[in-house]
């Protein structure tokens, strides 16, 4: 569209190289402003857990229902989740899922599950499942408790934030962890794969979640009653956190790992997420 102030003529054109699209400008010098748009990445928003055992899934489960048949010894229990990765052809193509389940019924070999089972799973195609809790507030102070999440092989996530989230039953401060005193020991999170292990932080207190992520917030009580809470986002893409994605790959196992080393028993609920999404190559 023509503009009144446009001193020179400026060619722009699109080009598609490798499937990637890209702005082409010439002439004029002109500077361009261009607007990116948000990807269209499907999105990864999962639970840190502790892997408890092995199950095996006896029988299809359609996509929107909530029961999954498994093996017996299986060990499940309301509260716990299943971690499934499956592989299903679809013609040429495959489709990859990788999905946490919520426990919310079990009688005795028929486990119920929310949210809805996405799409048609066979035994057959299924290459893992695990059942794991995301329950963090446990007691680590004898042998710490290993919490993870990474993606299966052949999928690689890029993680944009982790949130942590924490209910107590006191009022918490920033010299506390939640309304525990300060641990002895601490939480502390980083990653590993099949080489390396690399640690970013060790928290002791909230204190130490505002130093390196300074959202920090605490929730009161509604009016005298319920319960109170801290939540914590810490972000990772942006120029004003770390600049880059954390990119994970499922061929060296990279995962995102916490380890709670003190008793964290004393607190009502205690959980944490990464989030980002697939890279699809």
């Given at each position: 569209m023509p503009h009144e102030d446009l001193g020179s003529l400026t060619d722009c054109y699109v080009t598609q190289e490798n499937g990637k699209r890209a702005l082409a400008v010439t002439g004029g010098g002109l500077?361009?402003?261009?607007?990116?748009?948000?990807?269209?990445?499907?999105?990864?928003?999962?639970?840190?857990?502790?892997?408890?055992?092995?199950?095996?899934?006896?029988?299809?489960?359609?996509?929107?229902?909530?029961?999954?048949?498994?093996?017996?010894?299986?060990?499940?229990?309301?509260?716990?989740?299943?971690?499934?990765?499956?592989?299903?052809?679809?013609?040429?193509?495959?489709?990859?899922?990788?999905?946490?389940?919520?426990?919310?019924?079990?009688?005795?070999?028929?486990?119920?599950?929310?949210?809805?089972?996405?799409?048609?799973?066979?035994?057959?195609?299924?290459?893992?499942?695990?059942?794991?809790?995301?329950?963090?507030?446990?007691?680590g102070s004898i042998t710490p408790v290993r919490f993870s999440i990474g993606p299966p092989n052949g999928i690689k996530w890029d993680l944009t934030r982790t949130m942590i989230v924490m209910v107590t039953g006191s009022n918490p401060d920033d010299a506390l962890y939640g309304d525990l005193p300060q641990l002895a020991n601490g939480v502390f999170f980083g990653f590993e794969n099949d080489f390396t292990q690399d640690y970013l932080v060790n928290i002791q207190a909230n204190a130490g979640y505002r130093g390196t992520a300074y959202d920090v917030n605490y929730t009161p009580r509604s009016s005298g009653g319920g319960a109170f809470g801290v939540s914590v986002r810490k972000s990772f893409a942006g120029r004003e956190h770390y600049g880059v994605t954390i990119r994970l790959e499922g061929p060296t196992n990279d995962e995102f790992v916490v380890y709670v080393n003190d008793s964290l028993l004393g607190l009502t609920e205690h959980g944490q997420k990464v989030m980002g999404h697939i890279v699809e190559d």
């Open positions: 500077a361009l402003d261009v607007a990116v748009q948000d990807q269209f990445s499907p999105p990864v928003e999962y639970f840190l857990t502790q892997s408890l055992n092995d199950v095996t899934i006896v029988s299809p489960a359609g996509a929107k229902t909530k029961i999954l048949e498994l093996s017996p010894g299986h060990g499940v229990v309301i509260g716990n989740y299943i971690e499934i990765y499956s592989e299903t052809p679809i013609g040429e193509l495959i489709l990859k899922r990788f999905v946490q389940l919520c426990v919310v019924d079990v009688n005795i070999n028929t486990i119920t599950v929310q949210p809805f089972i996405g799409s048609d799973l066979d035994p057959v195609n299924v290459l893992s499942a695990v059942r794991v809790t995301r329950a963090m507030n446990v007691d």
